[in-house]
């Protein structure tokens, strides 16, 4: 005497979650189920969840808006966004690269004086060792404006560690205010710094290099706070959502990858 195995074959309706109880008479239970496992294997059933998905994240995004579509596709946990964190770390390096340029040493440093000629009213000549006021102003005037870029995108920053960096920023030039101001430089009540050219260059060069090309100075702790908020945006762009220079979308973390690689 045989086995006998009754298969159902109807087909109005799915068994893929019906729990696989045992029916009198049918010692296997309904076997329609691996119908339902040929469809997920042959992929239609991932189109048709994808489909619905589909239809579903577009109808929120037309209630919502374009704001939320970009949330809620975003696996973000970057306060800022990944070109708001770029900004930052480009005027940090702009920063940095003008306060370095104060603290050259040598015969390529700003503050290496020159030797100048001068003819009195009997015609005697001399030669003196001056500072060239004209090349200072410039490269302090290129420091002013960088600090105050550098200084309104870091304040701009939603990422509290970064405004943090831009406070202390800022609490290194209060503690120098008076300082700057015998050099034609003011300390406005925004933190930004503004310099009178006429008043800079008749101060005393050795004051402006004393701030600015001594180690350890005022222009050196800018140097190293600048350094300081491009490590720490470049910390915050590891984790903001970018894309890449074909266009296409790409993240900072491997479960990225992995959510797309089942669609």
Do not use: C, P
Request: without cysteine.
């Amino acid at each position: 005497m045989g086995i006998r195995i009754n298969v159902n074959a109807r087909q109005d309706y799915s068994y893929l979650f019906q729990s696989m109880t045992t029916n009198s008479g049918n010692s296997l239970g309904n076997l329609n189920f691996l119908s339902d496992y040929a469809s997920i294997k042959n992929g239609s059933y991932g189109k048709l969840m994808k489909a619905y998905y589909a239809k579903n994240t577009a109808d929120k995004t037309t209630s919502a808006g374009k704001d939320t579509e970009t949330k809620k596709n975003s696996i973000s946990t970057a306060a800022d966004s990944g070109k708001t964190l770029s900004k930052i770390e480009k005027a940090a390096g702009s920063m940095k690269e003008s306060a370095d340029s104060l603290l050259t040493k040598g015969s390529r440093s700003v503050f290496q004086k020159k030797n100048v000629k001068s003819t009195d009213e009997t015609g005697k000549t001399t030669v003196s060792e001056e500072y060239d006021t004209d090349a200072i102003y410039k490269a302090v005037s290129g420091f002013v404006t960088d600090y105050n870029d550098l200084l309104s995108k870091t304040s701009a920053a939603s990422s509290r560690t970064l405004q943090s960096k831009a406070d202390t920023l800022a609490s290194i030039t209060s503690a120098n205010a008076k300082l700057l101001s015998k050099v034609g430089i003011t300390v406005n009540n925004d933190n930004t710094l503004s310099i009178n050219e006429e008043t800079f260059k008749k101060s005393d060069m050795a004051t402006v290099k004393n701030l600015f090309g001594t180690t350890g100075a005022y222009g050196y702790k800018v140097s190293a706070q600048a350094s300081m908020i491009d490590y720490t945006a470049g910390r915050e762009s590891t984790k903001s959502n970018t894309y890449t220079a074909n266009g296409t979308y790409s993240n900072a973390y491997s479960a990225g990858n992995i959510l797309n690689s089942f669609f």
